[in-house]
């Protein structure tokens, strides 16, 4: 595995710029998640290390490297797609042997068949080696396509939304599970998403991405306990994080425009009253869904509380992040 | 609006049985899920509902009138599908109002139908619009629009909101649901999302296998699963299993379980052989008295709490607590559980046992 370094990548297609000077370490045996919305440049900036795509400038290293110029296969990374792509008149060993069986690898027979084994025990899929790629669930293939990227030791594994297309359930095992082999491999993993679950759970740093510039880079808890801006503020965080005119609590001191309440940060039976309009129940929490001045706010329900729907509540901010009109962080 | 009653719906294709038996009733104005994994009969069941497919047996009623054997027109229940599928060539008024030209009313209706239903869901200044230019979210607006504008009965909605991305999927499901609040339109909704499902349903039907599983309000379902695969299905991370041999008492209000004592719901029935002990992740406590000792395997940061994956001898289990307590990987440490929350289930049949805790929601065993 390898250290990868992106060093003021551009992209531009005509006159639209995808990535826009990204500079960023993804440290040897990291697992990057690189975090935005659709049309934030996380993919581009996937296919740009793969060499899929030609970067307009700047210079990429892979292990102290600059593959600008290498083809992908040169460059020595595996990508996982989001929608799985086995060959169909393949069974499950020889998907897996596939890229084992490069040419340009000329891996020998007996190296082919330890590594399958390995990869195939790690998935716990080594019972369906001889089915037919075909035969398999949604959640196996994806499994098997995970794992046709794990027999190579590449310098790097960058993963394009591998569980989106899952159920919910078999997403929430499947993340466990990569999270799990990532560790036991020593892997560096550049991971895409839009699901900020994923992003906190697995991560061992998160790259946040908007309109194709990286605005914040960190651990998980920095960016959740210290985000640059209410963009970033935002990304993390369920119930997602109120964003309110300073002025609506008289907490504003001196050039504050808004301020940033986590939803478990508001403290309940003192401040301002505030209507409850819905009550959500989780199960493990129950959401209250309020309005205050014309404003609605989400927050959490204290435990073994009655909430009718249509009272009031007095409510107060704890700990909130302040921000300027631009939306960046003040304190 | 309507109220919609299902008894023993049953269909096969063929050999293979998609839905088995499923009896529970939608309520006027409810806002009711169907829940389950794929393949389990929910898209099926709401097919049934819209007409769309017909029923091997059973009985569909809408409002008191036998509608199963219905073509889907006589119906007068709107669908949503997961593909929101607009005219391309019509701008976004025509595509609203086409439902009513086509069924003949009068111009003059036709305008004010659409003017309201475009004040409904906020899209007054995109009705001269072409569809073809249009965000994700303004399309799927506009397909529920054309849905709307008919006044139907009901909506069925087959996971409208599947094909989104996260952030988008949450507002989406906000506006549906104050939509809905707004309009208190009967509304069937397809999911594989428990979040989702707990979050916007006034009731839950979760579906397995062909069968339905359980039906009752979210909180009901979380806390009080008559199966295993629901407590397994509902919750993030699911609930723990502890697996041990022993026998239940009834009357007793505790279990001993690999040689501890643990307090439980007063039980309702016996029990003997392969059982389970379910605790919900946020129920289990660490503390230094804990009777059941655990090593810690790994912790996941989510913000406000941390989810904390231990290892004990009566197997592996998650809990969930505060971000703010430190934990180290590899210590040991004794585990609590809050007694009062606690479902035994029968392995071999995955039922719960019955108990104070689940009285009137699962039958006497």
């Known amino acids: 595995m390898a250290e990868v370094v992106l060093r003021n990548i551009c992209k531009t297609f005509s006159a639209n710029k995808a990535i826009n000077d990204v500079s960023m370490t993804i440290p040897d045996g990291a697992f990057v998640v690189l975090l935005g919305p659709t049309g934030a440049g996380k993919t581009t900036t996937l296919r740009l290390i793969s060499g899929l795509e030609k970067l307009s400038s700047g210079s990429i290293e892979i292990g102290g490297r600059t593959v600008n110029n290498e083809t992908p296969a040169q460059r020595d990374v595996a990508m996982v797609f989001q929608q799985y792509s086995l060959y169909p008149h393949m069974s499950v060993r020889e998907n897996l042997e596939f890229p084992l069986r490069s040419p340009i690898l000329k891996t020998p027979e007996d190296v082919i068949a330890q590594q399958v084994a390995e990869v195939a025990e790690i998935l716990q899929i080594s019972h369906k080696l001889d089915n037919k790629a075909t035969e398999l669930s949604g959640g196996e293939m994806q499994r098997v396509s995970i794992g046709r990227a794990l027999v190579r030791e590449p310098s790097i594994y960058l993963m394009d939304e591998p569980l989106s297309s899952l159920d919910a359930k078999l997403r929430n095992d499947l993340r466990v599970e990569l999270k799990r082999i990532q560790a036991s491999l020593g892997a560096t993993i550049l991971y895409v998403t839009h699901d900020q679950i994923e992003a906190m759970t697995m991560a061992t740093h998160v790259g946040v991405l908007h309109e194709g510039k990286l605005v914040q880079f ?14 970033v503020a935002s990304r993390l965080g369920l119930p997602r994080i109120n964003i309110l005119p300073a002025n609506l609590f008289d907490t504003t001191r001196n050039g504050e425009h808004t301020i940033g309440l986590r939803p478990e940060n508001i403290l309940q039976g003192q401040g301002k009253p505030a209507q409850i309009q819905r009550v959500e129940h989780l199960g493990d929490q129950t959401r209250l869904h309020l309005m205050l001045e014309g404003h609605a706010i989400t927050t959490i329900a204290a435990a073994g509380q009655d909430y009718p729907a249509g009272t009031t509540i007095n409510i107060e901010p704890k700990n909130p992040l302040f921000f300027k009109a631009d939306g960046s962080r003040i304190y | 609006m309507a109220e919609i009653v299902i008894k023993n719906l049953r269909k096969n294709f063929g050999d293979f049985t998609a839905v088995k038996e499923s009896s529970f009733t939608i309520e006027d104005g409810e ?61 976004v008024r025509r595509n609203i109002s086409y439902p009513l030209v086509s069924q003949g009313m009068p111009k003059r209706d036709v305008k004010t139908k659409v003017a309201e239903v475009a004040g409904i869901l906020g899209i007054e200044d995109i009705l001269d619009r072409p569809v073809g230019g249009l965000s994700g979210g303004d399309r799927q607006r506009v397909a529920l629009g054309r849905a709307i504008v008919r006044d139907p009965k009901a909506f069925m909605m087959d996971e409208p909101l599947g094909a989104l991305d996260a952030e988008f999927r949450e507002r989406m499901a906000e506006e549906l649901r104050a939509l809905h609040d707004r309009m208190n339109a009967t509304t069937v909704y397809v999911t594989h999302d428990q979040l989702e499902a707990m979050q916007m349903g006034d009731k839950i039907v979760v579906m397995n296998n062909a069968v339905v599983e359980q039906f009752g309000t979210p909180q009901e379902i979380y806390d009080k699963p008559a199966t295993m695969f629901v407590a397994d299905f509902i919750g993030s991370p699911s609930m723990n299993f502890l697996h041990f041999y022993g026998a239940a008492h009834q009357g007793a209000a505790q279990i001993s379980m690999n040689g501890a004592s643990y307090a439980v719901p007063k039980l309702h029935q016996n029990a003997k052989g392969n059982l389970v002990f379910g605790v919900r992740p946020e129920h289990v406590k660490l503390s230094d008295q804990g009777a059941l000792r655990a090593k810690v395997l790994a912790s996941e940061y989510l913000g406000t709490t941390q989810i904390i994956t231990l290892e004990s001898e ?34 071999d049949s995955g039922n719960a046992l019955a108990s104070e805790l689940n009285k009137g929601v699962v039958a006497h065993g």
């Open chain 1, 218 to 231: 960190g651990t998980p808890r920095e960016i959740y306990e210290d985000p640059k801006s209410i963009y």
């Open chain 2, 31 to 91: 806002f009711f899920m169907l829940l389950g994994p794929s393949g389990c009969g929910k898209t099926t069941t709401l097919r049934m509902i819209a007409g769309l497919e017909l029923p091997t047996s059973g009985e569909i009623y809408l409002d008191g009138e036998e509608i199963s054997q219905q073509p889907p027109s006589k119906r007068d229940i709107a669908f949503v599908f997961q593909m929101f599928a607009l005219y391309p060539h019509m701008n």
């Open chain 2, 314 to 347: 009566s197997g592996t289990l998650k809990a969930r607590v505060d971000s703010h307590q430190s934990v180290r990987v590899g210590e040991m440490i004794g585990l609590d559980f809050k007694p009062e929350t606690i479902t035994l289930f029968d392995a």
